[in-house]
Every structure is written in structure tokens, then in C-alpha cells.
């Protein structure tokens, strides 16, 4: 979004490497993410774009061996810093994984959880609205009104995947990332999955990893081209897709690697 | 197709029905042998769970117990009812000289003179009539209603004498000698006498000891369990404490026994023989069991539940706490039950902390002397009695059983909750 014609910077990446024990996964990244803009990562397959996208909900603290150096500005504040609470992080970044993972709980249980630890509704009723609003900027109300409180996990793999979003966006975050999410989807599923990713940067910036340059060309503003833990290039989708100034770049969307 | 190759085909079919044919017969080895076992078990033990008793008229003489007419209750208890009880089998016989009253005495349980009690104390109008009574068999006469004893021996390697096993053929043709149903099997306490030993005191032990057990092993295996998995880091520390537990589990459970002996009896004195003492012990055994259990079910959550967990801003422990751990709880349980019923079955460290000694009283919380009922398969199969050897085989038909129901209480928690969210 531009205001006053002025690029509004959510995310501001700056020499990001990261390191798995001894191997570098991750050179030098330096990545500016508008606000209220979906922005595409694209690359082939271990190039490093989930793992970036992890540093950003700092998600790569689970694993062991796994060391991040660099700053990463989320509003202007490092959340590689020291002063910087997990917990508080992840509830304004969202995450939407490749694979569908609700909780093995009923489909209110699995909005509502969110909700509950961050404490955010003091009512039954105002839990109740925030699972119906989430379910239904998720595009998933209509299909599971009468069986919320049946097994997430008895739902198809693209409701599934529209739960997932659902809850992440239960508490409200301000940005949404988004691994792979439609990669075990089928065609449909994935269309419904892009219309609401489209709906969803009104309200969200939306930071999405993807195999496929298609669905990255129809739903990104912005894109950035990973290869072997280098950021290639990155700009409007539309410069990236035509006219790229790398020839990596071109040659990995015209298909002649990856 | 070449021939060749045919050939080859029809070998790798061969292979295949040989390897079958392994496996088949391996299969068949082991229901064999278990049919073998049950069958040797169930023939020798069915016998324990009926009981014989001798239908014995009784003459509740007021004079004899030395009370008046009208008694009251203190006056009934406090009778005595030695004369009666041994004038009753005396007059079996008419013509019994003292040596034959005192083998007609030896044809019941010692308990006769309390069977009698019992009679009279539920119904005292009995006083100054004759009624018949049932009295328990002494257990060689309980054998030979059953067909276990071998009436062709000489007298004098046989245990019943010919005089009684002639009163004991008239009893059975006037058809006073019934065969019903043991009760006091399940009731009783153990005895030196067969036909009054019961597994009471052994059972009550068990499930104490199962109990003391479960409450110390469960959480502190439970808890031991998370945090290795879930909070520790992963370096060489945990490494040695993940192959310490691994090598806990294949210690012979006799050492547990001789720990159990030397820390908790000899310095910190707990009572010998008590439940308390051996369900400490098995939990020692049992920690390891339920710790690789337990961690084995967390490792099967899928990781993805972590992520999705953390990712919503749980905190770890939320995370574990909320999702985690309950997922695991199946796997767990069962895993525990599995402990408990290896646990229940353990005899060897029991015998160290002293729960092998007789004990004739059930006991009524685990600070009490008891058995168990390993030990007491174990005590009676050292008797020389012949009533021990179908109590033996009983002993292990009610430890199958509940051994199998726990088992089968293990399958069950596994299967109802797998269904439940695939």
C-alpha cells in the first residue's frame, strides 16, 4: 500500500545469515516487505526461502542447531534481539504451514486456542464472534456452521487449509506467512486458497512461499528470487516475471532450471 | 519369455512359498506350546475351585457348650463348642475306639469347631436340636472325592488311612459329602492347610503393591518422559541419561529386590513384607518401562502439532501441556499398563524385601504384611501337600486373568483414542 505515494515497509531484512551447525543456509539476505501486499518467495527447492520465512516468526528456534544472525525490523523493532518475547512475536505474526495441521480438536476448539492463551475474549459470546468472523474472512463459515464442534481434522485437505488460516488469523496478526500452503492441494482448493489471500492483504501483509511461479504471478505484488541461499533478486512481481535484471531469474521462471 | 527367465520366476515363487511355509509352522510352534501350558494349567487347576464338604449331623447340646437355655450373643461367642464339634465326628462311628475318633476327628479342616460357631451364631434356635451340618474336608479327602489320590498305595505311604477312607465311602453312599463351589479360595488368607488356604491376603497384596507402584513410577516416569523429549537439549548429557534409562530396563529385576533390601528395609527401616516395601521396589522396574513408553508416544505426535502450536504464540510448555501431552496419553497409558502387569508378575525382588514370608491375615492398607500372588504360586509350589498342587495352578489361572484383562484394558485405551482423530 502506498500512502502518498510513499512504499509503507512492514519488514525490513538486513544481512540475515543463518547456519545449520556448520552449513550456511542462508547468505546476506537483505529484504524489504510492503505492508498490505502479498509478497512472493520463490526459488527451487532448498534455497532457502522456508527458512526465511521462518526467521521471521523466529519458528527456526525450535531447531537445535539452528543459529540466526542479522536484524530482522518487524515495525522498526529487531525481533533478533535479545528484548524481543517469542510468544508476543508469534501472535502478531501468523503462520500458515505447507502441510493442512489443525489441532486434532473440534474446528471451535481449533479457532478459539489462540484466542484463549493470549486471552483475548472475555466472553463465551465474544469467543464465539471472533470463530465466526475468522471462519468466515477464512471463506469456511458457510461450510462448517452446522459441525463446529466435530473433528477439525475429519474436514477435506482444502478446508483443512482454510481452518489453518482461519486460526492464524483468530488473534488478529498483522502479517501472515504463509509456507507452501496450497502444495497438497488440488486445483480448486488452491483457487479458493489464492481468492482469499487476495481478500486477506487488506487487512494482513501476507508473505507467501512457493513452488509454483503461476500461483505466484496471480496473487503477489512483490516477489523475491532465492537461489542456493542467495537472494537473487527481488522487486513488483510484474518487473520480476517480464523484465528481471538477473539471468538466474529468467531462466528459472522461463523454466530452464528448478 | 525365455526359459530362463521363467525358471528364475518359478524360483522366486518357490522362495517365497518356503519362506511362507516358515512362517507357518513358526506360528504353529507357539500356539502349540501356549495350548500346551493352558491346557496343563487349566486341567490340573479347575479341581482348586470347587471344595468338598462332609455333611455332619450336629447335636448343639446347651449342657456340652456349657451355656444355659436361653444364651445371649457374648454367651453364644464365648461357648465352647471343641466338645460338640469333636463328639459330632465321633459319632460317625458308634463303635470307634480313641485312635479311630481321633482320625475321624483328622477327616475335616480345624475350622470344623468354627464352622459349627458359624451355624448357631446365625440361627441360636438351633439350641438342643441336631442339625446337619456342613463341615470343609480335610484336604486329602477333598483330593480323593476328586480322583487325585491314589487310594492304591499301601496304608502306610498314604496320608488317609483305610479306616477313614471306609467312614469316608459310607458318607459319600448315603450321599453325605457335597462338592460346591470354593469360595473361601478368594476369601480365605493363606493356611498351612490346603483346604483353608485362599489367595485373599496374596490378591489384596498385588493390588497394593500395583497401586504404590503406579502412584510413584506413573508421574515421575510421566514427568522424566516430557521434559527428555520435549525441554532438554539434545547433547551428550542426554544421550548418557537416554542409555542410562535403556540399560535400567534390562536389569535383571532380582538386583531391584537387593536395592529395595539394602536401602529402603536396612536405612530407612519401612516395615518388612508390606506392599509398601514391594510396590516401591517394582516401581524402580517399572520407571524405565513407562519412561521409554512415554517417550516413544510423545516422539509419535506429529511434530506439525508442535509447530502449529507454537506458531499461534503458545508458549513451550502451553504447547506441551495443551496438545502434546494429551496426544500422547494413549500411548502412554498403555504403556504403563504394560509396566504395571510386567510389575505384577514379578516375583524375584519380592522375595528379598521379605514378601515370601506366611502370611494368614489380609491385609488392609500397604503398610500391612502381605504376599503376592507370584510369591504365592511360588509358596505353595514348594509345599508337599497334594491340595497345594491344584491351588498352584488356580493361583496362576486368576493371575492370567488379571493379567489378560489388563492387557486388554491396554488395547483398548490404544484403540478407541487412535480412532478417535485419524
Known amino acids: 500500500m502506498r500512502k502518498n505515494g510513499v512504499k509503507m515497509i512492514k519488514i525490513k531484512a538486513k544481512d540475515v545469515d543463518v547456519f545449520y551447525g556448520k552449513k550456511q543456509a542462508l547468505y546476506n539476505i537483505g529484504l524489504d516487505i510492503e505492508e498490505n501486499q502479498v509478497t512472493a518467495l520463490i526459488g527451487p527447492s532448498g534455497c532457502g526461502k522456508s527458512t526465511f520465512l521462518r526467521c521471521l516468526n523466529r519458528m527456526n528456534d525450535v531447531i537445535d542447531i539452528c543459529r540466526v544472525k542479522g536484524e530482522i525490523l518487524i515495525n522498526d523493532f529487531n525481533i533478533n534481539d535479545k528484548s524481543c518475547d517469542v510468544v508476543r512475536l508469534r501472535e502478531k505474526i501468523g503462520m500458515v504451514f505447507q502441510k493442512p495441521n489443525p489441532f486434532p480438536k473440534t474446528v471451535y476448539e481449533n479457532i478459539s486456542y489462540g484466542p484463549t492463551i493470549h486471552g483475548m475474549a472475555q466472553s463465551k459470546q465474544e469467543m464465539d464472534e471472533i470463530v465466526e468472523t475468522s471462519l468466515k474472512k477464512a471463506a469456511l463459515w458457510e461450510e462448517v456452521k452446522d459441525r463446529l464442534h466435530e473433528p477439525g481434522t475429519g474436514l477435506s485437505g482444502g478446508q483443512q487449509q482454510r481452518l489453518c488460516i482461519a486460526r492464524a488469523i483468530s488473534v488478529r496478526p498483522e502479517v501472515i506467512l504463509m509456507d507452501e500452503p496450497c502444495s497438497a492441494l488440488d486445483p480448486i482448493a488452491t483457487a479458493q486458497i489464492e481468492e482469499l489471500i487476495d481478500e486477506l492483504k487488506k487487512e494482513h501483509t501476507i508473505i507467501i512461499v512457493t513452488h509454483s511461479m503461476a500461483q505466484a504471478a496471480r496473487v503477489s505484488q512483490n516477489t523475491g528470487f532465492f537461489h542456493l541461499g542467495h537472494l537473487i533478486e527481488h522487486g513488483s512481481t510484474d518487473k520480476i516475471f517480464k523484465n528481471p535484471d538477473n539471468t538466474k531469474t529468467q531462466d528459472y521462471i522461463t523454466g530452464r532450471f528448478g | ?422
Request: aromatic share 10%.
Open chain 2, 1 to 422: 519369455m525365455n526359459k530362463n527367465k521363467e525358471q528364475l520366476l518359478n524360483k522366486r515363487y518357490r522362495a517365497e512359498r518356503r519362506f511362507r511355509l516358515y512362517g507357518q509352522s513358526a506360528i504353529f510352534m507357539a500356539l502349540l506350546f501356549l495350548t500346551i501350558f493352558i491346557f496343563k494349567i487349566f486341567s490340573t487347576g479347575y479341581s482348586a475351585f470347587q471344595k468338598t464338604w462332609l455333611i455332619v449331623p450336629v447335636n448343639f447340646d446347651a449342657e456340652m457348650m456349657m451355656i444355659d437355655q436361653n444364651p445371649s450373643k457374648e454367651d453364644l461367642q464365648d461357648a465352647d463348642y471343641y466338645d460338640i464339634a469333636l463328639k459330632s465326628m465321633a459319632d460317625l462311628d458308634q463303635n470307634a475306639n480313641d485312635d479311630q475318633k481321633n482320625q475321624l476327628k483328622r477327616m475335616v479342616s480345624y475350622f470344623f469347631e468354627k464352622e459349627i460357631k458359624n451355624e448357631i451364631l446365625n440361627n441360636p434356635s438351633l439350641i438342643g436340636k441336631t442339625k446337619e451340618v456342613y463341615l470343609t474336608a480335610s484336604d486329602d479327602l477333598d483330593q480323593v472325592f476328586k480322583g487325585n489320590y491314589p487310594r492304591d498305595l499301601p496304608e502306610d505311604q498314604r496320608r488317609v488311612s483305610d479306616y477313614q477312607l471306609k467312614i469316608f465311602d459310607q458318607l459319600v453312599a448315603k450321599g453325605k459329602v457335597e462338592s460346591k463351589f470354593n469360595i473361601s479360595f478368594f476369601t480365605y488368607a493363606d493356611s498351612r492347610e490346603a483346604e483353608l488356604a485362599g489367595i485373599a491376603s496374596s490378591f489384596m497384596g498385588s493390588i497394593f503393591s500395583i497401586l504404590v507402584c503406579l502412584m510413584i513410577a506413573f508421574p515421575v516416569a510421566v514427568l522424566a518422559a516430557i521434559y527428555l523429549e520435549e525441554f532438554a537439549p539434545k547433547n551428550r548429557f542426554t544421550d548418557f541419561i537416554e542409555v542410562n534409562i535403556n540399560n535400567l530396563a534390562a536389569v535383571p529385576s532380582i538386583v531391584f529386590g537387593l536395592l529395595g533390601l539394602g536401602v529402603l528395609l536396612a536405612i530407612f527401616h519401612l516395615p518388612r513384607s508390606t506392599p509398601l516395601v514391594g510396590g516401591i521396589t517394582l516401581s524402580l522396574m517399572t520407571l524405565p518401562t513407562i519412561i521409554i513408553a512415554a517417550r516413544a508416544s510423545l516422539k509419535a505426535v506429529p511434530p506439525s502439532i508442535r509447530e502449529a502450536a507454537l506458531a499461534m504464540g503458545a508458549s513451550r510448555m502451553q504447547t506441551t501441556m495443551h496438545h502434546t501431552v494429551p496426544l500422547s496419553m494413549p500411548g502412554t497409558l498403555s504403556g504403563t499398563i504394560i509396566g504395571l502387569a510386567q510389575a505384577l508378575g514379578e516375583t524375584a525382588p519380592l522375595i528379598l524385601i521379605g514378601m515370601v514370608a506366611f502370611v494368614n491375615t489380609i491385609p488392609g492398607s500397604p503398610m500391612d504384611p502381605a504376599a503376592s500372588l507370584p510369591v504365592q504360586i511360588y509358596i505353595w509350589a514348594e509345599s508337599a501337600e497334594r491340595g497345594f498342587v491344584e491351588k498352584v495352578s488356580a493361583c496362576i489361572m486368576v493371575l492370567l486373568g488379571f493379567l489378560i484383562i489388563m492387557n486388554l484394558f491396554a488395547q483398548i485405551i490404544r484403540h478407541k483414542f487412535e480412532k478417535k482423530w485419524s
